[in-house]
């Protein structure tokens, strides 16, 4: 029973940055520009999907669910030409929606008593330069992440996996005819061990995120019409099907949730429409396709973004 009890756990939300629109990431507003935003991801799954097999002959854990509002404060401005600078804050309300009897976790899992809990998750912070506009825009960027508050990282339930880090990656895009765009967004994320145990520090947590968006502008530019593809991959970590193999140690299984694997797929499309020459409001939507490691989580997004400079 008890080897049952530590095979039965479950990952993670994945919402990521999955729910955030970045289609703009190639380029960068006016000296002097300043953008305000609140962002809401509305995250739902319903079950852990494996790599493999979890157990037997089943490749998910069913019946262990969370559902997470995610809202995020974020600031953006252009001190000089082609320089901006961000920051973002963003909230979590999670809750346990699966069996609460299924998958107990001797390691914590403190969040998942079917209550709704709310944390602050990671600041982040970073500077993004456009080198070239024409005959494609380029942007790198970097920037760097840190947890605000001792949130849950062990159990069916949790905010996120508690790590500094450092985000460094390239925005591509291109202009088609007067009204198509193409936009990609690729991100190195270097992560910090986590260091609970000698074992668990034994993982990397290095990750890529890839996002891709196409997308055409109506009504004189005020209506902007996408489709997008979010894909993570993680450098490391451990995989649901190495449980029953025995080539994991009590400390690997115990605290598995901040060291898995974890690898997704998301695809769905959205709409912006400029409100004013200030205010844009934003709905977007991304679908699970298939990942491993990972809840089965399809992300829904609300933005709105002020510009009063």
């Known amino acids: 029973m008890r080897q049952r009890q530590a095979i039965f756990v479950v990952v993670l939300v994945a919402l990521a940055s999955a729910g955030d629109d970045a289609h703009a990431q190639a380029w960068v507003g006016d000296t002097g520009a300043l953008d305000l935003s609140l962002d809401y991801n ?3 799954s319903s079950k852990v999907v494996c790599d493999d097999t979890c157990l037997g002959d089943s490749d998910e854990f069913p019946d262990g669910g969370t559902t997470t ?14 320089l901006a600078v961000n920051l973002s804050v963003p909230i979590a309300m999670l809750k346990y929606t699966g069996d609460k009897t299924m998958y107990p976790h001797a390691g914590g899992g403190t969040y998942d008593d079917g209550d709704l809990h709310t944390t602050l998750t990671d600041l982040r912070a970073g500077v993004r330069y456009q080198i ?31 790590l500094k880090m450092v985000h460094a990656g390239l925005g591509v895009g291109t202009i088609l005819g007067d009204a198509a765009y193409i936009h990609l967004l690729y991100e190195f994320t270097l992560a910090e061990k986590y260091d609970r145990t000698e074992d668990t520090a034994k993982h990397s947590q290095n990750r890529s995120d890839l996002a891709f968006t196409i997308g055409y502008k109506l009504l004189d530019y005020r209506l902007d019409i996408h489709a997008d593809a979010n894909v993570r991959r993680t450098h490391g970590g451990v995989n649901f099907s190495e449980f029953a193999s025995g080539s994991l140690s009590a400390d690997e299984i115990m605290y598995h ?7 997704l797929l998301l695809a769905g499309g959205g709409v912006g429409y ?14 699970f396709l298939s990942g491993a490691n990972t809840q089965n989580a399809s992300v829904f997004a609300l933005g709105l973004e002020y510009s009063p400079l």
């Open 257 to 263: 949730d901040a060291i898995l694997d974890e690898d």
């Open 42 to 44: 509305l995250g739902i």
């Open 132 to 162: 070239l506009d024409e005959p494609i825009a380029l942007a790198p960027h970097l920037a760097f992440s840190i947890p605000l508050a001792d949130y849950e990282t062990v159990g069916n339930t949790v905010a996120g996996r508690h």
């Open 69 to 82: 509002h995610q809202f995020t404060i974020g600031a953006e401005y252009v001190p000089i030409r082609a």
């Open 274 to 287: 400029q409100l004013t020459n200030a205010l844009n409001l934003s709905l977007s939507a991304r679908l």
